[in-house]
């Protein structure tokens, strides 16, 4: 019998038995002869071979539970702080009082390396803020930004140059991924990072979106304000 006679016959008589996988209780002196491998070269029994795979089985379900169990924890923590960012934007009684509580909370509350917003307009009372640039809305260094801005979806990953220019201008250096909030008809929020696998492509974007929702609902109150 050829090699290929005989690898045809193994693999029709696993298939015969993934058919019938009784067959052994009829034959149980044939469970007992068989010898199953071990990766340290030893044998050990079918019945102790298929309660090791199931014990596997047992601890990586164990694995993936833990890990939903974590992610659960952290996304009702993101809920939480992105409800309680929301309050504090409507508790607000300015555009200007409504952008600092905004770039508070993503240096405190999320904890961002570098925080920057661009206003499209100038804003009372922030004149001197350093994470403020204004910048006109049809000024050719936000050509960069034109798609995101009529897209209006979050980025996340590690920016092009021109872009950290604009944004974070002499900390450019420092930036290593970012998570970008266009804001269309208003302006750009940015929240970088030194770590370089702190945000990026593919990440969920759900509370960044709802993020930058609650900031522009909470803008319009003032549009007819400066």
């Not at 890990?67 to 409507?90: I, K, P």
């Not at 409504?98 to 661009?118: N, P, Q, Y």
């Not at 979050?154 to 290593?176: F, I, S, T, W």
């Not at 998570?179 to 990440?203: C, E, I, K, Q």
Request: charged share 25%.
């Amino acid at each position: 019998m050829s090699e290929t006679q005989e690898k045809l016959g193994a693999h029709e008589v696993a298939a015969w038995l993934r058919r019938h996988p009784d067959f052994l209780k009829q034959f149980p002196d044939l469970a007992q002869s068989l010898v199953v491998p071990r990766e340290d070269g030893r044998t050990a029994s079918l019945a102790s071979y298929q309660l090791e795979v199931l014990r596997e089985k047992n601890r990586e379900l164990s694995r993936r539970l833990a890990d939903l169990s974590a992610n659960a924890q952290v996304n009702e923590q993101l809920a939480v702080r992105t409800h309680q960012l929301t309050l504090s934007l409507m508790r607000q009684d300015s555009r200007a009082e409504t952008l600092r509580a905004m770039a508070a909370s993503l240096a405190e509350d999320f904890a961002g390396d570098l925080v920057r917003i661009v206003s499209f307009r100038p804003v009372a009372g922030l004149e001197d803020a350093e994470w403020l640039r204004v910048v006109a809305e049809d000024a050719p260094e936000l050509g960069a930004f034109r798609d995101a801005l009529a897209s209006g979806e979050p980025l996340c990953g590690r920016l092009q140059a021109d872009k950290n220019a604009v944004l974070y201008g002499q900390a450019r250096e420092q930036v290593q991924s970012s998570a970008l909030l266009p804001l269309a008809g208003t302006g750009l929020v940015a929240v970088g990072s030194h770590d370089p696998n702190r945000f990026y492509p593919g990440m969920g974007t759900l509370f960044l979106r709802m993020m930058g929702e609650a900031l522009a609902t909470a803008l319009a109150r003032f549009d007819a304000q400066p």
